[in-house]
Each structure stands twice: as C-alpha cells, then as structure tokens.
C-alpha cells in the first residue's frame, strides 16, 4: 500500500473519530461511516493535491505538547496527500509567562505587543527557540521533514520599525501616542527559500521575527506574517489555529458564531467594535490578503482534536471561513 492511500485511509478514521464521539454503532456500521466519509474527502483531496496552504499557530495551540503532537499528526496528513503546507507561528501566550516569571510588564494594545528590548530579546528565545524547535519535534515524530526558520533566515521577512503614532484603544476608549519600540511591519516577502522547500517536500517552519536591510532584528505579528506569505506563495487557503473555534458576533456566545462571512463584513466587525483584542489584527491581515488574490481563510480551534482535518476535508467544517 502506497504511502498516499494508507494517509487517505488514516484520514478516513480520524475524521470518523471526530463525528463519532456520542456514537454506538456497530462495528460494520462504523466501518460504512469511516468509508462514506473517505468519499466526502475525496473531492477536497483531488481539489488541493499540489495547492499550498498557509497555516498560521497560536501560542495557546503549541504550549501543550499533547495537542502539539495530535496537530502534527493532522499536518502530516496534509501533507501526505500531496498538499504544500507552511507553518507559521509565534507564541505571545509563552512570551507573556517569561515575562511574568521574569517581572517584566507588558503591555498590549488592540492586540498588538509593545516590544522593548528586554521583551525582544526573550521573543528570540522563545519563538525562534523553544517553540520552534517543539513543532519540528513532533513533526518529526510523525515522519515529516520540516525546516526550521525565523523570518530573518533567507532573507524571507524584510520589515521596518513600526512608527510611533496615535492610538486609540478600544478596551479603554482613550487615544494616546504609542512607541511600539522593536516591533516590525512587514515591508516585503522574500519568498524564494520557501519555494524551493516546498518544491523538494519539505515542510517550513517559520518563526515571526523579521529585520531590515541593516540586519536589525523586529518583533512582528505573526498573523501579518502568515498573511503575507499566503500572499507570495499564492497559497489557496490561510487557515489560523485560534484560541477560539471560529469568528463571534457576540464573544462567547454560541449562538453568534459565523460559519461563514465576507472581507466586507469582516471589517465591519473592525469598524463597529464587534471585533475585539487579538481578532483585530486578524481580520485586518484577513481582509486585506483575500483581496490581494487567496481565495479563502479560515479562523479554526488550535486545541481541538481534528478541527482542522474536518475544516478542510468535511462539508460543514469546523470554524469560520472567510471569502472575498
């Protein structure tokens, strides 16, 4: 059996796994289920062999290693039956825990970190370092070659400081002047390395550092980052592994959660307050890179089992998806 079909096979069964938690079939049943699912991901599998998605980690979904391994496990699928993944990530939820641990406040606003140079220098550890290294891990435990790179390596991430300006800030309502310090905007993608990577199958691993011509070394959002990297790649889906399983009207309510919304709409959210802390910037990258030619993103769950193999694989999904 070829090395594609057992992934197939395996999909089948994981994807059964998901739709079967309050099930009590029998086996033959089960097994009928597991087979009729393999045929609802047959399209998707022959739509995207060969296509490249960008798909972008939170903090929260690689701190426990546990989960870690089980979305390693999803990505390897992917990639086993023929789909080009890239990996984002950052971690401002380990960042944030140094920082404590260390006595050093931070402070956030709209979602965005202000970085001084303690602060940078412990992003350098974490996301270039621990976190990093932990993703490669657990995909190397799952057979996958992926590479490990900060958006400084090859030149990938040219950026330049962020300019003071004035903020307002939508928790408190209060505008003021806001010196982000050694935080980054991205300027341009090299994207060069990534593509020869993902020519020659492996899978990129990509920190969100970045620095200018002169080599010094941004903080930088790692949703932007991922944003334009699906960009240059002309990837077919930027798919973000959230905290949350999709996009709320109303936060924490249930009831409000949208399946499925425009770029318009979603800055709309922006617009009316709807949106709120670290969905800003996300919607805001989102928006702008569907305009720019990717043809969808998704805002999933990073610590749900499965979540990602149903969103790209099921009819009905698991989180938001997002259009032009």
Do not use: W
């Amino acid at each position: 059996m070829s090395a594609q079909v057992t992934s197939i096979y395996a999909l089948g069964f994981t994807i059964y796994d998901l739709r079967s938690k309050d099930m009590t079939e029998t086996s033959e049943i089960g097994s009928q289920l597991r087979l009729d699912l393999l045929r609802e991901a047959l399209p998707y599998i022959q739509r995207f062999k060969g296509q490249t998605f960008v798909v972008k980690l939170s903090g929260k979904a690689t701190e426990d290693l546990n989960n870690l391994s089980s979305l390693a496990e999803e990505l390897a699928l992917l990639h086993q039956v023929g789909i080009r993944i890239c990996v984002v990530h950052g971690g401002g939820k380990q960042l944030s825990e140094l920082a404590s641990r260390m006595g050093i406040e931070q402070t956030i606003i709209n979602g965005r970190r202000v970085t001084d140079d303690a602060t940078l220098e412990m992003a350098k550890m974490v996301f270039a370092g621990t976190i990093n290294i932990d993703i490669l891990s657990a995909l190397r435990n799952r057979g996958i070659e992926a590479v490990g790179l900060s958006g400084i390596d090859g030149n990938i991430v040219h950026a330049e400081r962020r300019p003071a300006k004035e903020i307002l800030n939508r928790e408190t309502g209060e505008r003021s002047h806001i010196d982000f310090g050694h935080v980054g905007d991205v300027v341009k993608i090299n994207a060069r390395l990534l593509m020869v990577l993902l020519k020659e199958g492996y899978l990129p691993v990509i920190s969100s550092l970045g620095a200018d011509a002169e080599g010094t070394v941004f903080n930088i959002n790692a949703d932007t980052i991922a944003a334009e990297i699906a960009i240059q790649l002309k990837a077919e889906k930027l798919i973000l592994l959230s905290d949350v399983d999709g996009i709320y009207l109303r936060k924490g309510d249930p009831a409000t959660k949208l399946s499925q919304l425009t770029a318009d709409q979603a800055d709309a959210l922006v617009n009316d307050g709807s949106a709120t802390g670290g969905m800003i910037p996300k919607l805001q990258n989102i928006s702008e890179l569907l305009r720019r030619g990717v043809h969808s993103a998704h805002v999933i769950s990073g610590t749900k089992r499965n979540a990602l193999l149903s969103e790209i694989f099921t009819d009905k999904g698991t989180g938001t998806m997002i259009v032009a």
